[in-house]
């Protein structure tokens, strides 16, 4: 498309965690162990939540720090922008 530029590489860190639960999950329920209580296919999901969070956060950071703009967010239907 024109106009638009190649994303940064840094942004296939965001496959990381849809990876770990696709790949993981069928692995970390064969482990019959329990990890603060809870089993631990459990806890495998949880950390990869926990994870999501975390690699939003840190391409958010390397996208602030790389100078590229915000995609524009669009008024709320009725609302004007000042």
Known sequence: MPGRSAAPA???IAVLPPLALL???PLANRVHLLVFGVPFL?????????????VMALLLALDRRG???AAPV?????REID
């Open 42 to 54: 459990l806890a495998w999901i949880v950390a990869c939540v926990v994870l999501t969070s975390g």
């Open 67 to 69: 100078g590229e703009p």
């Open 23 to 25: 790949v993981g999950a």
């Open 10 to 12: 840094y942004r296939w």
């Open 74 to 78: 669009a008024p709320a239907p009725g």
